[in-house]
């Protein structure tokens, strides 16, 4: 099993910048893709961003290309993402997820097998 564990979330205004942590803990050697999703209230959760844990290939959601930048630390087992240039609608409950089976980045939830508790991003405007 792997554990995940969020961190980093608050209140900021437009424009500014927030840098959310994912610890993660137990078979992480197992570990192929990590993902960064968010749920804003009545809405689905999304895909933002997802990286490939062993060779960091990349991939974001249209709407925060240029502002947000997923990244990770193999050897303290942490995934981050900056979050530059926030906008009102970036406002959403943020989850890390990881998925230990081998293939390409996916946007697609149902594909991750372990998920963090989430942490809440708000945009004053």
């Known amino acids: 099993q792997v554990q995940l564990v969020e961190s980093g979330g608050g209140l900021v205004q437009a424009g500014g910048s927030l840098r959310l942590s994912c610890a993660a803990s137990g078979r992480t050697f197992r570990i192929y893709t990590m993902g960064w999703f968010r749920q804003a209230p009545g809405k689905e959760r999304e895909s933002v961003a997802a990286?490939?844990?062993?060779?960091?290939?990349?991939y974001y959601v249209g709407s925060v290309k240029g502002r947000f930048t997923i990244s990770r630390d193999n050897a303290n087992n942490t995934l981050y993402l900056q979050m530059n240039s926030l906008k009102p609608e970036d406002t959403a409950v943020y989850y890390c997820a990881a998925d230990l089976k081998p293939g390409t980045l996916t946007s697609n939830p149902t594909v991750y097998d372990y998920w963090g508790q989430g942490t809440q991003v708000t945009v004053s405007s």
């Open positions: 990286i490939n844990w062993s060779d960091g290939a990349t």
